[in-house]
């Protein structure tokens, strides 16, 4: 393994413990930017409790999470109730390690196929074509992104169960790049069975696997319906675990109807707070539109030589659009932009991007603290902090999508112009 | 599309066409906006910018019901401040428990008396311990939900601070009259508290279960009433009342719902006490606008340490509306007659307040939480401040990122000299970059100065060190002097070890801008006035800094620069604002004998900035440490920045 790499993780591995150990490791779980109905450890504590005592978790309120992750906390919790941090900080380690080797073969995979096409390239674009130190840096860069990320240190300091969703994520990413179809529609079915949203991954991974196939739509086809039966399937073993299908309800359910409207710093929650009740349906229909499958076919269309980007785009908006967003995931989809660190030229909204996620991600907590604690401040305080924080994660998405389609359009066209002549995309 | 990402490829060329105009006026167009922002509050204090009061919670219903307050209430008060002065001879130190717990317990209350330890962090274990008395009346209505707080620091004859004897009869000779009422629908407790703050601090914990600060035992209450809902401070000086002062600045600058304030105002009105802000008896006239702004700038000041005013302060931090009557004593030695009259108002007043907060429905939720008092019937609420302040810190942010346009197309600039002639015409989207910026240095300095105020915020704050000190037989004092001698000394010395070139200074500086406008901004979220304070300190100093400067060596010009940077140190100010206040406070004194107190002064300040934080959790120490002091070294590594030597690049090309 590569020693920066190791150093890297080391590093970073203590600096998780540290503050888990620390007495902020309390009140940084508590937070509604970290822990949400759907990822909380607390509920994930009592849920177990339930369980244990016999009582079905889901029919209350409080439990939310797939069966299968009751059934491997029920079991963590009794056995290694002490080491739970220790095992989240190793679970999150290791969602690195595999982006790392993702990204890397992703990489590969994306030099390989510049150099199929580098004979049609205009001249002087050298700057902005992967080069083949690439293969080493950009893995490197995305891991690091990950490990280091704020956010990332905060979410697997809450203890969320979005630390088992971001491993299931890494482990998708690296068995699509290293084309294990099997293992990658298994992870990608658990996590559609905790989040609900990733299912739309299914069409980058589709496009992935029948690349080099004579025959793609029968195989992407093929692909599609072998990732619904094992999705099935898990449900079905869920079911006979549980004796019931309530888990569907409490699961998907409450992720599509967005039933609880704690805050958080998505943009459901104030929305649906004012609905009248009677258009309630009609706006969760298309907000839950908006978030799947709205630019799920445009973007597909646009990008379908590239699926890698096109995971990283459908990732980055169903993360964003969810209904219980938490900063977690967040992390996770940053750490696989710095893949298309050959687009950055072409950039522009960086600084901007990066200044209002520094600002909003100390502003948000402080209005929430007046809100909440000092009792001063109002959900409107927090609302305006959280839009502007989710226009700023919009900017960022907007601004790689048009930096992709410009390198495009450049490594073909040159990167020099007359200039009389008037360049527009518009 | 254009608003989310300009799609067309030729956007480069336009920037380039601004980038001169930028660089030339970037300082002189944040400044500008720090000046309007400036100016803007300054506007604030002409009246037309300025609101009247007004009720927003219906159900207060100010003033509505009819007193029911008779004669008698007003002579129990006369004989229970005549049996208090006697108790007094004979507890010169501290509360006549016994006394008054008889009397709380004859009235009919539920008495309770509260322990509570303070091990003082400081001087190896030294332990304080206190009492407070309380009972609580428990509303005929309704189960125990809701409540009100009335309360009352007592201070012992040997006090250093005003005495203010009259205020327990008065409050028992309403808890007299009170529990004869059958309409109460909230428990009303009525607190007497030991040790000034220290006392309610412990009353607060207890009441909420908070355990986690181990330097304050706050012990355990043996009764308790609902959650308390609002609360009221009295402090009578005498029966021979001139006015009432109001007090609102909590802890952390946080102020009471305004409703409540107004509420106050009203019966104090309706009651022929006139009620002044800040002792402050005679009201200015309205479109007096320099007595405006400094009657704001006087709110401001207090608000801005984060030191509560009084013993509501503490209130506010588990979102309990508070505030304190002060009722100030008539200087005059004529005896007034007219005593029994103000009893009688001042036990309205306590009447109309409870019933008042009585009638209420749900909590305070209504009205402002944000907004600054001019006079006791005009404020200036978030919408009409939170400009002035948010054009400051955007300058810093706007700065931030001009810099970075300007740093980034200077790159593209030099680059552009070396290319071809001939492709002038051109334009280049994409270059190669050739220089190329030291990413991980800028990182250690960031880390390393925030690591140092961390450590300074550990070693004066740790309690190994102060029990180390104290068994070296150092005092307190000198420890944390000592301590923060070291910590300057470090921080000056940081440049010797971490230097950078100009192009990443340019970088550092894009960093720092942004930590202090975003500081800027929550603070000013927080607290205004602190906000507002060092918003108007720092601004400029960040906004005029101009690091380009350095590459020319000039002798002069970098001692003056160092010597503002020396100036602008957070205890160099600290420094200077407290000789300016005793200078203010005592000046027919000696002008060294006042700066040689003052450095005294600063030192005991910084102990009770210590002590305020562990105690009472007031998070201006921690903010100096944590992050402006970590800014004022990165403002002195860029201070001693290098030019980048031109002529060597020359010769390898």
């Not at chain 1, 240190?153 to 203890?159: F, S």
Request: glycine content about 4%; overall charge neutral; hydrophobic content about 45%.
């Amino acid at each position: 393994m590569n020693k920066k790499l190791l150093y890297s993780l080391l590093i970073s591995g203590a600096i998780r413990y540290f503050i888990s150990i620390s007495k902020y490791s309390r009140s940084i779980e508590n937070h509604v930017e970290i822990s949400t109905p759907l990822n909380s450890f607390k509920r994930l504590k009592e849920g177990v409790f339930l369980y244990d005592n016999g009582i079905d978790p889901y029919d209350g309120d409080i439990f939310h999470e797939s069966p299968f992750i009751l059934i491997a906390a029920n079991f963590l919790l009794k056995n290694f109730g002490e080491f739970i941090s220790l095992i989240l900080i190793i679970i999150d380690l290791l969602s690195a390690v595999f982006i790392y080797y993702g990204s890397k073969s992703i990489s590969k995979r994306n030099y390989e196929r510049q150099q199929l096409e580098v004979s049609t390239y205009a001249k002087g674009t050298e700057e902005i074509q992967f080069s083949k130190s690439d293969i080493d840096n950009i893995p490197f860069i995305c891991a690091f992104a990950y490990l280091f990320n704020p956010y990332s240190i905060l979410n697997c300091v809450g203890q969320t169960t979005t630390v088992w969703s971001n491993f299931l994520l890494s482990v998708v990413i690296y068995s699509m790049s290293k084309n294990m179809k099997f293992i990658c529609l298994l992870a990608l079915a658990f996590e559609t069975q905790k989040n609900f949203y990733p299912f739309v991954l299914i069409v980058p991974i589709a496009l992935a696997f029948s690349e080099n196939d004579k025959s793609k739509n029968l195989k992407r086809i093929i692909t599609v319906v072998t990732f619904a039966s094992i999705f099935g399937l898990l449900n079905y073993i869920a079911f006979t675990y549980m004796g019931n299908w309530k888990f569907l309800d409490s699961t998907f359910g409450f992720i599509i109807h967005c039933r609880d409207l704690t805050p958080n710093i998505g943009l459901f929650w104030y929305f649906f707070t004012e609905m009248f009740d009677h258009f309630r349906e009609l706006f969760l229909y298309t907000f839950q539109l908006n978030t799947t499958i709205l630019y799920l076919f445009p973007l597909t269309f646009t990008f379908k030589e590239s699926p890698e980007f096109l995971l990283t785009i459908l990732l980055s908006l169903v993360t964003i659009f969810s209904s219980y967003p938490c900063i977690g995931a967040i992390a996770f989809y940053m750490s696989l932009i710095p893949l298309w660190k050959r687009c950055s030229p072409f950039m522009s909204h960086n600084f901007i991007v990066i200044a209002t996620f520094i600002v909003t991600s100390i502003l948000g907590p402080t209005v929430y603290h007046l809100w909440m604690y000092a009792n001063s401040a109002n959900a409107n305080f927090y609302f305006g902090v959280t839009l502007v924080f989710c226009t700023s994660q919009i900017f960022l998405l907007t601004d790689l999508c048009f930096a992709y389609l410009k390198r495009k359009f450049c490594l073909t066209n040159g990167v020099t112009f007359d200039k009389t002549m008037k360049l527009s995309l518009e | 599309m254009g608003i989310l990402s300009n799609p067309s490829i030729g956007a480069h060329e336009k920037k380039t066409k601004y980038i001169t105009i930028i660089n030339k006026y970037s300082n002189l167009f944040c400044f500008l906006l720090y000046l309007i922002g400036f100016g803007w509050f300054c506007a604030l204090s002409f009246p037309q910018f300025q609101s009247n009061t007004y009720f927003s919670e219906n159900a207060l219903l100010p003033g509505l019901v009819l007193s029911e307050l008779k004669m008698d209430s007003v002579n129990l008060a006369k004989t229970y401040l005549n049996e208090l002065e006697h108790e007094r001879t004979s507890h010169k130190s501290n509360i006549p428990y016994p006394w008054m717990q008889a009397k709380m317990k004859q009235i009919g209350l539920k008495t309770y008396i509260h322990n509570f330890t303070l091990n003082y962090p400081f001087g190896g274990g030294k332990r304080f311990e206190g009492k407070n008395i309380y009972g609580i009346l428990r509303g005929p209505r309704i189960g125990a939900t809701e409540s009100i707080v009335i309360s009352v620091p007592y201070r012992p004859p040997n006090t250093a601070h005003t005495s203010i004897t009259a205020s327990v009869p008065l409050i028992l000779a309403f808890a007299d009259f009170a529990r004869r009422q059958k309409y109460w629908s909230k428990d009303i407790i009525f607190l007497v508290t030991d040790q000034e703050q220290l006392g309610m601090q412990a009353f607060l914990e207890a009441y909420y279960g908070e355990d986690e600060n181990n330097i304050l035992d706050s012990g355990t209450l043996y009764g308790k009433a609902g959650s308390i809902v609002a609360a009221i401070n009295m402090e009578i000086q005498d029966f021979d009342v001139d006015f009432n002062s109001l007090k609102i600045e909590g802890l952390n600058g946080q102020l009471p719902n305004l409703d409540l304030h107004n509420l106050v105002v009203k019966l104090s009105h309706k009651n022929g006490i006139p009620i002044g802000y800040k002792t402050k008896m005679s009201e200015h006239p309205r479109d007096d606008v320099i007595a405006n702004f400094f009657s704001l700038l006087s709110m401001m000041w207090t608000q801005s340490s984060g030191v509560p005013n009084g013993n509501h302060g503490l209130f506010h931090k588990y979102g309990i509306e508070a505030l304190t009557i002060e009722a100030v004593k008539r200087e005059t030695s004529v005896k007034n007659n007219n005593v029994h009259h103000k009893i009688m108002a001042l036990l309205k007043i306590i009447e109309g307040i409870s019933r008042s907060l009585n009638n209420l429905l749900e909590r305070f939720h209504q009205s402002f939480f944000f907004y600054v008092i001019v006079s006791a019937d005009r404020f200036i609420s978030i919408g009409d401040y939170m400009p002035s302040v948010g054009l400051m810190s955007a300058s810093l942010l706007i700065k931030s990122f001009l810099l970075w346009l300007i740093a980034n197309n200077k790159n593209e600039d030099d680059e552009q000299e070396n290319e071809n002639k001939e492709e002038e015409d051109k334009i280049v989207i994409v270059r190669k970059s050739k220089t190329t910026i030291d990413y991980i240095k800028i990182g250690t300095i960031i880390l390393c100065s925030h690591i140092v105020g961390v450590g300074a915020l550990l070693i004066t704050t740790n309690k190994f060190i102060h029990d180390y000190l104290f068994s070296m037989n150092i005092p307190t004092q000198t420890g944390i002097f000592y301590s923060i001698i070291f910590i300057i000394a470090v921080s000056l010395l940081m440049p010797k070890f971490l230097r950078l070139n100009v192009i990443d200074a340019q970088y550092l500086n894009i960093v720092l801008l942004i930590e202090l406008g975003t500081m800027l901004l929550s603070v000013s979220m927080l607290n205004f006035s602190l906000g507002f304070f060092l918003c108007v300190f720092i601004t400029p100093f960040a906004i005029l800094i101009n690091i380009q400067e350095n590459s020319r060596r000039n002798l002069l010009k970098f001692l003056i620069r160092s010597l503002i940077h020396l100036i602008i140190h957070p205890i160099t100010v600290l420094y200077g604002i407290i000789c300016l206040l005793s200078y203010i406070a005592f000046n027919e004194m000696n002008f060294n004998y006042i700066v040689d107190k003052s450095f005294t002064a600063t030192i005991d300040a910084i102990t009770f900035a210590v002590v305020d934080s562990l105690i009472y959790g007031n998070w201006l120490f921690d903010l100096t440490f944590l992050i402006l002091l970590p800014c004022w070294i990165m403002l002195w590594i860029l201070n001693f920045s290098k030019p980048i030597e031109k002529k060597n690049k020359d010769k390898s090309e």
